[in-house]
T-cell receptor
């Protein structure tokens, strides 16, 4: 167990809807990163939050947005859901935002868009 | 696009045998990490090797890094059925804390 939790574990939405996924980071970690993992693929970096500010973004459209709260927990919001958004969404926390830090992953939220 | 690529895509062995997985990457890195994932669940960090290191051990795991060939290998010795999982290498470009993963190697260990 990494101490990183995510909710919900599974979610079914229809195309066009909006979804919010939640992540609680490991105690003492101020950095949260979000990844999308499509079936049969490796995780793809979405964005990272460090001390409540976005600290880098991958190749994802603006309808993917996030927040980090003062307790360093985080949300991932996806608007106007598309079928291709169906995936496992993973969050990972780390002690610092810089490179060379081990990232501790949560169990993921599996999103299915119909 | 994937920064790292694991090889082979799938590996099937008997308990007790050694399993070797390889990872190739495209650009210079400061470190490379290996992760394990069971059945589409969360990733578990296995080992981090820095660019100035050539080999690292952790229990039954041995990781090597050859920066001149832009490749790394993960060796699991004396494999067990519980080692059945997907294994991913991840690179941290520019040391920004953003991991780029390959597609992974699916390892199956038969009892």
């Amino acid at each position: 167990e990494t101490g990183v939790t995510q909710s919900p574990t599974h979610l079914i939405k229809t195309r066009g809807q909006q979804v919010t996924l939640r992540c609680s980071s490991q105690s003492g970690h101020n950095t949260v990163s979000w990844y999308q993992q499509a079936l049969g693929q490796g995780p793809q970096f979405i964005f990272q939050y460090y001390r409540e500010e976005e600290n880098g973004r991958g190749n994802f459209p603006p309808r993917f947005s996030g927040l980090q709260f003062p307790n360093y927990s985080s949300e991932l919001n996806v608007n106007a859901l598309e079928l291709d958004d169906s995936a496992l969404y993973l969050c990972a926390s780390s002690l610092l935002a810089g490179g060379g830090e081990t990232q501790y992953f949560g169990p993921g939220t599996r999103l299915l868009v119909l | 696009s994937q920064q790292g690529e694991e090889d082979p895509q799938a590996l099937s062995i008997q308990e007790g045998e050694n399993a070797t997985m390889n990872c190739s990457y495209k650009t210079s890195i400061n470190n490379l990490q290996w992760y394990r994932q069971n059945s589409g669940r969360g990733l578990v960090h296995l080992i981090l090797i820095r660019s100035n290191e050539r080999e690292k051990h952790s229990g039954r795991l041995r990781v090597t890094l050859d920066t001149s060939k832009k490749s790394s290998s993960l060796l699991i010795t004396a494999s067990r059925a519980a080692d059945t999982a997907s294994y991913f290498c991840a690179t941290d470009l520019k040391s920004l804390g953003r991991l780029y993963f390959g597609r992974g190697t699916q390892l199956t260990v038969w009892p």
